[in-house]
């Protein structure tokens, strides 16, 4: 089992629509959560990070976290062609441990 | 306010020979990192430097050196380069620090080993 688990994709939505992206992970003792968006070519630009159960919002998106079922999502609500990319997550064991999953990608359509 | 920089953003080598990849971060953070991008792979981490003057192995070290020059800049050296390490690479640092703290990538540097 991968330490971080993504759906590889391509994941389509049409333009407008309520993109779903989610991420397992296998290490109970992680205490923080980020999701990071890369456009082809380019570095990852960090998106939201969460720390607590529940939701985080931020503009059109909003983090989910649930650490009992080791999950956390990432809704991006009115979903623009712009936002097109490879979805990154990420999580944080140990103080200088990251482990990223492989990425989603999300094509959105016009 | 670059954030972070690296250089050079593209090279290519033959097998066998040495390169060295530069960061430098005017974030003022402590720690600094260096991942590798392979295509299926994810990011994985090759060294990471808590702080100035301290350095340690990641994920996958074998074939490289690191050296943490000062707080500011955290270099990457393959010694003698094989098409395995055909790759990119990103340099990060981290804000903030303990169990919390985002990682903040410089644009990439991508190198072929011929």
């Known amino acids: 089992q991968k330490e971080v688990e993504q759906n590889s994709g391509p994941l389509s939505v049409p333009e407008g629509a309520i993109a779903s992206l989610n991420c397992t992970y296998s290490d109970r003792g992680s205490q923080s959560f980020f999701w990071y968006r890369q456009y082809s070519g380019k570095s990852p630009e960090l998106i939201m990070f969460?720390?607590?159960?529940g939701d985080k919002e931020d503009g059109r998106f909003t983090a989910q976290l649930n650490k009992a079922s080791q999950y956390v999502s990432l809704l991006i609500r009115d979903s623009q062609p712009s936002d097109s990319a490879t979805y990154l997550c990420a999580v944080k064991p140990g103080t200088y441990k990251y482990i990223f999953g492989t990425g989603t990608r999300l094509k959105v359509l016009a | 306010n670059a954030g972070v920089t690296q250089t050079p953003k593209f090279q290519v080598l033959k097998t066998g020979q040495s390169m060295t990849l530069q960061c430098a971060q005017d974030?003022?953070?402590?720690?600094m990192y260096w991942y590798r991008q392979d295509p299926g792979m994810g990011l994985r981490l090759i060294y990471y430097?808590?702080?100035?003057?301290?350095?340690d192995k990641g994920e996958v070290p074998n074939g490289y050196n690191v050296s943490r020059l000062n707080k500011r800049e955290f270099s990457l050296r393959l010694e003698s380069a094989a098409p395995s390490q055909t790759s990119v690479y990103f340099c990060a640092t981290q804000k903030g620090g303990g169990n919390t703290g985002e990682l903040f990538f410089g644009e990439g540097s991508r190198l072929t080993v011929l």
């Open positions: 969460i720390y607590s159960n």
């Open positions: 430097s808590a702080s100035e003057g301290t350095t």
């Open positions: 974030m003022n953070h402590n720690s």
